[in-house]
Structure formats: structure tokens, C-alpha cells
């Protein structure tokens, strides 16, 4: 680096030395303790001989830092051998707890104050297998869950998935209980976008449909076939700043029991992170949600599987429920549904950030156009304060769209972690 003061010009020579040219040489792993090495390593994204690229390198360092099971991942290239042409490549690994204890409160305007726990472990067999249970409890809602995940399932890229769940819900628009399996399989096909194929049954037993009054004790049962492609380009799962996540499914539903018609399931979601300024923090964020029941009246679908908008996580300032098909004030469900919202997230200290929101949608009578409910929306303005284990939100919102002896004047809610 040479400085010219009569110029007031700095000249800088880079000299690069660029190494001997070099193939990529085997992973040695060192560190880990209970995570099988073999697991490991049929993680590694290069074929030993093939030329040396440092952004593959780079690439499986994010990949070891994501499994949630190291403290620690330190990926670097090894001497050249000068017999073989090859660089080995040294992994250092740090271990870190594999069970983790989570739990969580949050407290709604209409659904009233609420409760989550769960419990899960990473490494069950040594090989990134995770198990995991769950439950919560609100004022509408309460159930119990558990999830079995093990990759590498067929090939490196392959993660098989079987979930159960049972319910106890008490809505607006029916009361009654219900349980579901599913078994899939989901293939990584690059880093962003990923698929799957499942297979899953249904059971329901619906006490009081407020669609129809006149039964009760109704019973149905599905068996179905989802179908799913989603891309993840987010930068931060819990706090995104910039990125796409985009999910599409489909899934045909087969009644077993009489009396349930079969139909085809699609859904959507689309939520895009747009940084407008980096200080202040900041974030554009817009998310848009759509599904339907194709093939048969919404009536004739069992009343836990039809589609409802209004509460926290689809249009605040309108309560639980609220929005779509109505018998006076009591939802019945639709047959479709979008929704959308729209936030901006000004974070305007390390601690304290402020959104202004505007969520709109409805839930449809019909599963295809053309509809005839109108597009409700809300507005409102949130507080966030953000924490170690992620953002808490408050948040206050206001129907735009007041319907008398329907909607109240505000919605009030407060959760941890962003709203989408």
C-alpha cells in the first residue's frame, strides 16, 4: 500500500498466490459424540476427486449449523497431497443438547387466554432422528400431538415424517372432537425447494354444527393423499428481514364413513420480507393465504375441515371465526377462502419495534368463482419487543367493516414471534 500526500492517493498491489490446483479429499470429522459419523458423512455434497469449490464447502457448514445439533461447526480445507492431488476436509464439531423443554402463553380478545408446551429430542437414535410432543390449551381449543422425523430415509435428501394429533374444539360454528395420522416423505431438491407425498386418515365426531343444527353426534372419516412443493428463501425463520416463502399443496379426500362426500383439497401460502432500510430497522412483509374444498357443497364437509377467516392469524380486528358465511351471528364455514396481510416492521431500537398493519379477506360460500362475499378489512398497530428467544407482539386491531351486534370496536393480542 503506497500513500501519495502531494495527491492525496492511496495505490494498493494485491499479489494472490492461488495455491496448487487441488480435488476435494475425504471429510474427517472430529468432536461429535453421540451423532453417528456416518450420518455425517452422508451429508457431504461432493463426490472425493471432484474439483474443489470453497462455496460447497460453505454450503455444508450451513448445512451442519442447521441440524440443530452442534454448538459449533468449523469446516476448513486441509494441506494439499502432493501424491494425490487431493485436500482432505477437517470438520470440528461441538456437540450441544439434544432435548429441548419449550413452552409459551398468549392471551386473545376472542379466544381468551391460552397455553403451549412441548417437548423434543434431535438425535433420538444417533442420527438426527427427532421426536417430538406437543400440547396446548385455549378457551376453544385444546391438543395433543407427537412427531417423528428421521432423514437420510431413503437417500441423503430424503426425510420421512409420521405425525398424530387429537383435538377437543368448542367454536362458534361447531363443537366436537377429532384425531389424524400422516405418514410422508420429503425430498430436499436443492437448498430452497423442497416436496413431499403423504398419506393420511381422519376421524371426527362433531357434537353441535351450527350448519346444521338439526344433527348432531355426526361422524366422519377421510382417507387422504396431500401432496406439497414449497420454496424457503427466507433469511431468518424467526425474524425474517429479506426472502420468499412460498408452499403450495394438494390433497383429494376419500370419505370411508356414509355420508361423507369426497372432494380436493388445495391451499396455498405466499409470504414475501422486503428490507427498506437497514437502520432504522426497517421490513416490508406481505403474506397472502388461499385454500377450497373442490367437489361438493361446503354443508356436506365435516365442519372442522371448512374454511373460516377472522382471529390473530388471519384477519385481526375481526373475531375468531367471524368472517364468511353467517347463520345471523354464528359462523357455518365456506368453501374457499383468501386472505392477506400486510405489514410494516419498524424496528426503532435494538429492543423496541412499532407495525403498523392492514389484514383483508374473506371466507367464501362457494369454492370457485363467481363469489358473493365481500372483502372484509382490518387495520392496526403493533408493538414488538424483542428478546433473546424472539420478538413478543402486542397487538391492537380494528374492524374497518364494523357490523352491528357482530364486531366489537378492537381485538386485542399478544403472542411471541412475528405474526407470519
Same mark, same amino acid.
Given at each position: 500500500?503506497? =500513500?501519495?500526500?502531494?495527491?492525496?492517493?492511496?495505490? $494498493?498491489?494485491?499479489?494472490?498466490d492461488?495455491g496448487?490446483?487441488?480435488? +476435494?479429499?475425504?471429510?474427517v470429522?472430529?468432536?461429535?459424540?453421540?451423532?453417528?459419523?456416518?450420518?455425517?458423512?452422508?451429508?457431504?455434497?461432493?463426490?472425493?476427486?471432484?474439483?474443489?469449490? *470453497?462455496?460447497?464447502?460453505?454450503?455444508?457448514?450451513?448445512?451442519? @449449523?442447521?441440524?440443530?445439533?452442534?454448538?459449533?461447526?468449523?469446516?476448513?480445507?486441509?494441506?494439499?497431497?502432493?501424491?494425490?492431488?487431493q485436500?482432505?476436509?477437517? $470438520?470440528?464439531?461441538?456437540?450441544?443438547?439434544?432435548?429441548?423443554?419449550?413452552?409459551? $402463553?398468549?392471551?386473545?380478545?376472542?379466544?381468551?387466554?391460552?397455553?403451549?408446551?412441548?417437548?423434543?429430542?434431535?438425535?433420538?437414535?444417533?442420527?438426527?432422528?427427532?421426536?417430538?410432543?406437543?400440547?396446548?390449551?385455549?378457551?376453544?381449543?385444546?391438543?395433543?400431538?407427537?412427531?417423528?422425523? /428421521?432423514?437420510?430415509?431413503?437417500?441423503?435428501?430424503?426425510?420421512?415424517?409420521? /405425525?398424530?394429533?387429537? =383435538?377437543?374444539?368448542?367454536?362458534?360454528?361447531?363443537?366436537?372432537?377429532?384425531? @389424524?395420522?400422516?405418514?410422508?416423505?420429503?425430498?430436499? +431438491?436443492?437448498?430452497s425447494? %423442497?416436496?413431499?407425498?403423504?398419506?393420511?386418515?381422519?376421524?371426527?365426531? !362433531?357434537?353441535?354444527?351450527?350448519?346444521?343444527?338439526?344433527?348432531?353426534?355426526?361422524?366422519?372419516?377421510?382417507? +387422504?393423499? #396431500?401432496?406439497?412443493?414449497?420454496?424457503?428463501?427466507?433469511?431468518?425463520?424467526?425474524?425474517?428481514?429479506?426472502?420468499?416463502?412460498?408452499?403450495?399443496?394438494?390433497?383429494?379426500?376419500?370419505?370411508?364413513?356414509?355420508?361423507?362426500?369426497?372432494f380436493?383439497?388445495?391451499?396455498?401460502?405466499?409470504?414475501?420480507?422486503?428490507?427498506?432500510?437497514?437502520?432504522?430497522?426497517?421490513?416490508? *412483509?406481505?403474506?397472502?393465504?388461499?385454500?377450497?374444498?373442490?367437489?361438493?357443497?361446503?354443508?356436506?364437509?365435516?365442519?372442522?375441515?371448512?374454511?373460516?377467516?377472522?382471529?390473530?392469524? %388471519?384477519?385481526?380486528?375481526?373475531?375468531?371465526?367471524?368472517?364468511?358465511?353467517?347463520?345471523? /351471528?354464528?359462523?357455518?364455514?365456506? =368453501?374457499?377462502?383468501?386472505?392477506?396481510?400486510?405489514?410494516?416492521?419498524?424496528?426503532? @431500537?435494538?429492543?423496541?419495534?412499532?407495525?403498523?398493519?392492514?389484514?383483508?379477506? @374473506?371466507?367464501?360460500? /362457494?369454492?370457485?368463482? #363467481?363469489?358473493?362475499?365481500? !372483502?372484509?378489512?382490518?387495520?392496526?398497530?403493533?408493538?414488538?419487543?424483542?428478546?433473546?428467544v424472539?420478538?413478543?407482539?402486542?397487538d391492537? *386491531?380494528?374492524?374497518? =367493516?364494523?357490523?352491528?351486534?357482530?364486531?366489537? !370496536?378492537?381485538?386485542?393480542?399478544?403472542? !411471541?414471534?412475528? %405474526?407470519?
Amino acid at each position: 500500500v503506497t =500513500a501519495d500526500f502531494a495527491t492525496h492517493s492511496v495505490a $494498493v498491489v494485491w499479489t494472490v498466490d492461488t495455491g496448487p490446483k487441488a480435488t +476435494f479429499g475425504p471429510a474427517v470429522f472430529t468432536g461429535q459424540t453421540t451423532v453417528k459419523e456416518s450420518y455425517l458423512a452422508g451429508l457431504v455434497p461432493w463426490q472425493r476427486g471432484a474439483p474443489y469449490d *470453497a462455496r460447497t464447502v460453505e454450503r455444508f457448514r450451513k448445512k451442519l @449449523t442447521s441440524l440443530e445439533l452442534f454448538n459449533a461447526a468449523q469446516v476448513e480445507t486441509g494441506p494439499v497431497d502432493p501424491a494425490t492431488g487431493q485436500a482432505p476436509i477437517l $470438520v470440528e464439531l461441538t456437540e450441544r443438547k439434544h432435548r429441548t423443554v419449550k413452552g409459551g $402463553v398468549d392471551y386473545k380478545t376472542d379466544e381468551g387466554p391460552g397455553a403451549n408446551l412441548g417437548w423434543e429430542n434431535r438425535n433420538l437414535f444417533g442420527g438426527g432422528e427427532k421426536l417430538a410432543v406437543a400440547g396446548s390449551a385455549s378457551g376453544i381449543e385444546q391438543f395433543a400431538e407427537a412427531a417423528f422425523e /428421521k432423514p437420510d430415509a431413503l437417500t441423503p435428501k430424503d426425510l420421512f415424517k409420521a /405425525k398424530a394429533r387429537v =383435538a377437543n374444539e368448542d367454536k362458534k360454528a361447531y363443537k366436537g372432537q377429532n384425531a @389424524t395420522a400422516t405418514a410422508s416423505l420429503r425430498r430436499q +431438491f436443492t437448498e430452497s425447494v %423442497s416436496g413431499g407425498v403423504g398419506l393420511g386418515y381422519r376421524a371426527s365426531r !362433531i357434537e353441535e354444527d351450527e350448519s346444521r343444527p338439526w344433527e348432531s353426534d355426526a361422524r366422519y372419516g377421510f382417507v +387422504f393423499l #396431500p401432496v406439497e412443493i414449497g420454496y424457503d428463501g427466507r433469511d431468518d425463520v424467526l425474524d425474517p428481514q429479506k426472502g420468499l416463502l412460498a408452499t403450495a399443496s394438494l390433497a383429494p379426500y376419500w370419505g370411508t364413513l356414509s355420508g361423507a362426500d369426497n372432494f380436493l383439497r388445495p391451499e396455498f401460502t405466499l409470504a414475501h420480507y422486503l428490507k427498506i432500510l437497514d437502520k432504522p430497522g426497517l421490513v416490508l *412483509a406481505t403474506r397472502a393465504v388461499g385454500g377450497a374444498n373442490i367437489g361438493t357443497d361446503s354443508e356436506n364437509v365435516t365442519p372442522d375441515l371448512r374454511w373460516y377467516a377472522g382471529g390473530s392469524g %388471519s384477519i385481526r380486528g375481526y373475531s375468531y371465526q367471524s368472517v364468511g358465511p353467517m347463520r345471523g /351471528k354464528t359462523p357455518v364455514g365456506g =368453501a374457499s377462502l383468501f386472505t392477506f396481510s400486510t405489514e410494516l416492521r419498524w424496528r426503532v @431500537t435494538e429492543l423496541v419495534g412499532i407495525v403498523p398493519f392492514l389484514d383483508g379477506g @374473506t371466507a367464501f360460500g /362457494k369454492a370457485l368463482p #363467481p363469489y358473493d362475499q365481500p !372483502i372484509m378489512l382490518g387495520a392496526g398497530l403493533g408493538l414488538r419487543v424483542y428478546t433473546p428467544v424472539g420478538p413478543v407482539r402486542v397487538d391492537v *386491531a380494528t374492524p374497518l =367493516a364494523r357490523r352491528q351486534d357482530i364486531d366489537d !370496536i378492537a381485538q386485542f393480542y399478544c403472542s !411471541i414471534g412475528q %405474526s407470519f
